[in-house]
């Protein structure tokens, strides 16, 4: 799958939750592995901070990123929009501190995306696979983040508050094709108790019954309530019953569970790599998701690269019948077993490495040690498979080395390893030559890396 971004720009504007202030933001394209950016454009030359989790700066009421003195807050709709739209690469242009509430949801985005559409770029997405489960737990909160494996990215989350009104709820988003009709317009909340204390911290001065679900769940007397009315600078209002006090209803019975659910996609989007996996989120927050945003983060910055998925249940795309029709080795140097994964770029073959290769009778007798040319050749033999299985009469073709540069080996492979052979082309083929990066893997780690220019040529 290829890197996704805007085909065009497109602007929206509104006041800030927190702020209060009239807010534009501009999205604009941008160019193969950028990510995401926020560039306060109000601000002497222009800062631009990236959106990832270590620079969140601040999690009260919403996700604050900054750099030195520069602050832009509540990116996580925006963030949520992007990411479910399968968007890699995106500048945000902003002239204030914060992102315009809109009606608190990420409805105003998701349209804005449709309307403009997406352009394919040439760099590969680069997902982040999940393949063990991950979890954080926040004793203090009851807080805990599961990040389980799963072939697709989705999310699932349970809230839980101590309130009549907004008791246990629960939401979930089997794929992110179906984030407009099931989270996208779910909007932000707040409980009247809350909204003095709020406002006497400096927040929600943008905040009203049109961007927020107000949720009334414990009596207090009108003057209290016309109090409120006036901090918040609108009408008053007389309030009768506990519930919720929006002139606007409910949009599911479930919305802030599913308004959770979308914070919980906006602050996973700081990972800055597409996900797969499934996430289930109990009592989240913007802090703990910002905490195991950082843990996975730490992860995806320490990961070179990951090591392919095998199934060995799986039939092979290419067995090794196969593989002797495009190669011209045979035993005792024919060195991959069999083909996992293959389109025009990349190619995942595997190696069972056995106590019976001919090589370990001298290299070594007592400490048997697969050579490292010959993990380099195994490469090779990969690459060869990738660039000849595309041609009309592959076995009138052969490939030969030209160079091997930057090859670096970190672990022994020894009997009963599986190599793992995953190799890409670094460019397009041109004039018979491919230049390829390989590496080579045993279980998660890898033990080879290499790369190296073949020429493709046809036999005499």
């Not at 479910?84 to 995106?90: F, P, Q, W």
């Not at 992102?99 to 990420?106: R, T």
């Not at 939401?171 to 996208?184: G, H, I, R, W």
């Not at 009309?392 to 599986?418: A, M």
Request: proline fraction near 6%; charge should be negative; hydrophobic fraction near 40%.
């Amino acid at each position: 799958m290829k890197q996704l971004t805007l085909k065009s720009p497109f602007t929206l504007s509104g006041k800030g939750l927190h702020s209060g202030k009239d807010i534009t933001a501009v999205f604009q394209p941008a160019p193969d592995n950028h990510g995401y950016k926020f560039k306060r454009v109000d601000l002497e030359g222009q800062p631009v901070i990236d959106a990832v989790a270590e620079n969140v700066v601040d999690t009260t009421r919403g996700t604050v990123i900054g750099k030195n003195e520069v602050r832009i807050s509540t990116i996580e709709h925006a963030l949520a929009a992007l990411y479910a739209a399968g968007v890699d690469n995106c500048l945000i242009e902003v002239n204030g501190p914060e992102m315009p509430i809109l009606d608190g949801s990420a409805i105003r985005y998701v349209e804005e995306l449709e309307r403009v559409g997406l352009e394919e770029q040439k760099a590969e997405k680069d997902f982040y696979i999940i393949k063990e489960k991950i979890r954080y737990a926040d004793e203090t909160t009851g807080s805990v983040i599961t990040f389980y494996p799963d072939d697709n990215f989705s999310v699932e989350v349970m809230v839980e508050y101590d309130s009549k009104v907004l008791p246990n709820q629960f939401a979930m988003l089997d794929d992110l094709s179906e984030f407009k009709q099931e989270v996208a317009s779910a909007r932000t909340f707040v409980f009247v108790r809350e909204i003095e204390a709020l406002l006497k911290h400096g927040l929600i001065k943008g905040g009203d019954i049109d961007n927020a679900i107000v949720i009334y769940d414990e009596p207090i007397g009108q003057a209290q309530i016309d109090y409120l009315c006036d901090l918040l600078n609108v009408p008053h209002m007389q309030v009768s019953q506990l519930g919720y006090i929006n002139p606007t209803p409910l949009k599911w019975d479930n919305e802030p569970a599913r308004h959770k659910l979308m914070d919980v996609i906006g602050d996973l989007a700081l990972i800055g790599r597409p996900l797969k996996g499934r996430v289930v989120a109990v009592r989240p927050g913007h802090t703990v998701n910002n905490k195991f945003t950082r843990m996975i983060r730490k992860e995806v910055r320490h990961t070179e690269i990951q090591s392919p998925i095998y199934n060995p249940n799986l039939e092979p795309i290419i067995d090794v019948n196969g593989i002797k029709r495009l190669l011209p080795h045979r035993y005792p140097f024919l060195l991959i077993d069999k083909v996992i994964e293959i389109d025009k770029k990349h190619c995942v073959a595997v190696k069972n490495v056995t106590v019976n290769e001919p090589f370990f009778q001298g290299h070594f007798p007592q400490e048997p040690v697969m050579p490292g040319v010959l993990q380099v050749e195994a490469m090779a033999q990969a690459a060869g498979v990738l660039v000849l299985n595309y041609l009309d009469e592959p076995e009138k073709y052969s490939t030969y080395f030209l160079k091997i540069d930057n090859v670096k080996f970190r672990q022994k492979v020894v009997p009963g390893n599986t190599l793992l052979l995953n190799v890409s082309l670094m460019t397009e083929i041109r004039r018979g030559c491919a230049v390829v990066k390989g590496y080579a893997f045993v279980g998660e780690k890898i033990v080879c890396e290499a790369e190296f220019m073949a020429q493709i040529i046809k036999n005499k």
